[in-house]
């Protein structure tokens, strides 16, 4: 079945640094690749997303580029602030219409 | 507004009693979503609707789960006889349609006691 597999963390960072938080998954067909960010307290949320490969999905100065040569949707921050401490999620849409999820991983950027 | 809403935020409830969990969809969202996030599984998925049918209910734990979703909208989560392993924050997600991108509510904290 479909898996999706993400670096668990946690990660901390100091202010300005450059992030990576890898993902992988396995899926039959080609599915919908998603990431979701979980702020402290509140639901999640929809950050970015790529439906076909070589599409680039951006939003909030992240980026993630669906890689099926590779199969990985590997997120990116050229520069986290302290607003990004987050829980960030690898999710990805195949056959079915649920998604399946990576297992969270945990951000924390100090001043 | 314009987000999916759950109530309620927070219960907690003895074991053996039931609870009803609400969602309200995003209006016009014709696909409505259940997922349990808890610290030991991660996010799994429960069950969807399609308008008021639920095509797939593979990820109902068990038996003492059931769903029904009204009128194209709200949608009540129901677990009987809750068990301490049911604690978990459960979420609820609409989308357009199916294979359409999902947008998550706040989520219903439950804690079994």
């Known amino acids: 079945g479909n898996s999706v597999t993400q670096m668990e963390g946690p990660v901390t960072l100091s202010e300005e640094a450059f992030l990576t938080i890898n993902c992988t998954y396995t899926?039959?067909?080609?599915?919908?690749l998603f990431w979701y960010v979980q702020y402290p307290g509140e639901g999640l949320q929809l950050l970015l997303k790529?439906?076909?490969?070589?599409d680039k999905g951006s939003n909030k100065g992240f980026e993630a580029t669906y890689r099926k040569e590779t199969t990985s949707f590997h997120l990116e921050k050229g520069s986290v602030q302290v607003s990004d401490s987050a829980v960030y999620f690898c999710?990805?849409?195949?056959?079915?219409?649920?998604?399946?999820f990576g297992k969270g991983t945990k951000l924390t950027v100090n001043p | 507004g314009a987000g999916v809403s759950q109530s309620p935020s927070n219960k907690v409830t003895e074991k053996g009693k039931d609870v009803e969990l609400r969602c309200d969809p995003i209006?016009?969202?014709?696909?409505l979503y259940w997922y349990r996030q808890s610290l030991g599984q991660g996010l799994e998925f429960l069950i969807y609707?399609?308008?008021?049918?639920?095509?797939?209910k593979s990820g109902l734990p068990s038996d003492r789960f059931s769903a029904e979703r009204t009128g194209g909208s709200v949608s009540t989560l129901t677990i009987q006889r809750t068990q301490q392993e049911d604690s978990a924050v459960y979420l609820c997600?609409?989308?357009?349609?199916?294979?359409?991108?999902?947008?998550f509510g706040p989520g219903t904290r439950l804690l079994v006691l």
């Open positions: 997600a609409s989308s357009w349609g199916l294979a359409e991108t999902q947008y």
């Open positions: 899926a039959t067909g080609y599915p919908s």
């Open positions: 790529a439906t076909k490969a070589d």
């Open positions: 999710a990805l849409q195949g056959g079915s219409e649920k998604l399946v």
């Open positions: 209006s016009g969202h014709t696909a």
């Open positions: 609707f399609q308008g008021n049918s639920a095509p797939d």
